[in-house]
């Protein structure tokens, strides 16, 4: 794949393992050569940022930079995906972009699959761990 694709990793990071693995996937995804924009290191989404002018500068930010992506990857685990990451998907998926998920959480929704319907529909690809990722980055 084309190493000039902007990557936009969309995922949930309320907790400190989240932003840990968040910057795990971000670095192991910049290795291979893409650039790569990880929100939490860009918008500063914090309590005290949830102000209401504040919370527009940050949904503006990050709406300005999947519009400017070619790629989201987006972390799929949890019980069910993030609101957020939810969001950025359906965004991502009107606007015609790459979608790559991962989902490493081993929980299933059901018979029917690993992840909500929806999201297993709008993806282009989802793989099940880091290396997973990094062989869709390489087609």
Do not use: C
């Amino acid at each position: 794949m084309d190493t000039s694709k902007k990557v936009y990793i969309a995922g949930p990071l309320f907790s400190e393992g989240e932003l840990d693995f968040n910057k795990k996937l971000r670095d192991a995804v910049a290795k291979k050569g893409f650039p790569v924009y990880l929100p939490q290191e860009h918008t500063e989404d914090t309590v005290d940022m949830r102000h209401e002018h504040k919370q527009n500068y940050i949904f503006q930010n990050n709406v300005e930079i999947i519009d400017d992506s070619d790629i989201i990857l987006a972390v799929l685990d949890g019980a069910d995906v993030d609101s957020g990451t939810a969001w950025e998907i359906g965004y991502a998926y009107a606007k015609g972009k790459m979608i790559f998920g991962l989902r490493t959480d081993f929980r299933t929704m059901g018979s029917e699959g690993m992840v909500n319907l929806m999201i297993d529909q709008s993806a282009d690809a989802i793989a099940f761990d880091i290396p997973g990722v990094l062989e869709i980055f390489e087609q």
